[in-house]
Nanobody, 126 residues
């Protein structure tokens, strides 16, 4: 059971990369999924989440209107479209699968997630 996040790198401010989280070894199509990030010297924080059906999404205030979460259950993949990047978005970004399945609940807290990807670094240059 593994989550693999990719799509990070060095991006100029204002850029629009897309992060991809792919699951292998297990289908997460029945689990809510979340994206978190951790900047140097800071705690890991919730960026956004999506329900298992993909009909409900949440975003942190700091990224609302700039980041969009979506999923393709047929591909066992979750996406984080990042637009209008700012230097303060620099962090390691993690995807995670919620503990509960077949639930519309999308956890905002780390403890609500059972499986984590390895993270992908996003560095925004000004």
């Amino acid at each position: 059971v593994q989550l693999q996040a990719s799509g990070g790198g060095v991006v100029q401010a204002g850029g629009s990369p897309r992060l991809v989280c792919t699951a292998s070894g297990h289908s997460f199509s029945s689990h809510s999924m979340g994206w978190f990030r951790q900047a140097p010297g800071k705690e890991r924080e919730f960026v956004g989440g999506i329900s298992w059906r993909g009909d409900t999404t949440y975003s942190a205030d700091s990224v609302k209107g700039r980041f969009t979460i979506s999923r393709d259950n047929a591909k066992n993949t979750v996406y984080l479209q990042m637009n209008s990047l700012k230097p303060e978005d620099t962090a390691v970004y993690y995807c995670a699968a919620a503990k509960d399945y077949s639930s519309t609940y999308v956890p905002f807290e780390i403890a609500g997630y059972a499986i984590w990807g390895q993270g992908t670094q996003v560095t925004v240059s000004s």
